[in-house]
């Protein structure tokens, strides 16, 4: 059965290993970034990058204009980023003010949609951080955003949030990504410790056809070691 889904973030590391996952198993996917995903059946390109409310409004319109009447089997959100700093940073609050447009503003504007878009009984996910279920000094700005992120999941996930009836919101917290930007940057990382992108698109198909789900309202912290990689809710 071919599935309706929207990956929030498509043209970003996890998300171009989505659409690639999603439409290699001849899915229909539509794109939400900065930049088209070709690969994609149908693209939203953000462009205002300045007002939550504006973006909000501008995502929603180009989701509505793509899908029309029709609702999608899973809302993927893994649009975000990462900055560091600590309060006597210089750079303090211009990388929180960072981190909440890239996780916060996406996260909730996600929530939106899936009020809007997503089918009963279907699936959306956030992307958190394991790293942000308790202090994070070196990355003050990160840690606030992905925490918020955290709290969204459990809101959308309770009753009168204003999502679909059974829809299922799970949140994931990795510690690291096997990206190659990462790789790129922590070249002396021991790679088996990282969460291979494949395992996360494979997981995400298993939910978007109502399989291996854990409980709504989840964050779901990913664990690899020697490079097999472990569920554990948090």
Known sequence: MSLKLVVYGGSGALGRALVNAFKASNHSVVSI??????????????????SWPEQHQEVVDGVGSVLGDQKVDGLFCVAGGWAGGNAASKDYVKNA???????????????????????????????????ATSETPGMIGYGLAKAA??????????????????????????VTLDTPMN???????????????????????????????VSSGSLLQLKTTGGVTSLNEV
């Open 149 to 174: 992120v955290h709290q969204l999941c459990k809101s959308l996930a309770a009753p009168s949030s204003g999502l679909p009836e059974n829809a299922c919101t799970i949140c994931v917290l990795p």
């Open 183 to 213: 790789r790129k940057f922590m070249p002396k990382s021991d790679f088996s410790t990282w969460t291979p992108l494949e395992f996360i698109a494979e997981m995400f198909l298993k939910w978007a056809n109502g399989k291996e789900r």
């Open 97 to 131: 003010d960072l981190m909440w447009k890239q996780s916060v503003w996406s996260s909730t504007i996600a929530g939106s949609l899936a009020a809007k878009f997503l089918k009963p009984g279907g699936v959306l996910t956030l992307t958190g951080a394991s790293p």
């Open 33 to 50: 970034d900065l930049v088209s995903n070709d690969l994609a059946d149908s693209n939203v390109v953000i462009k205002n990058l300045t």
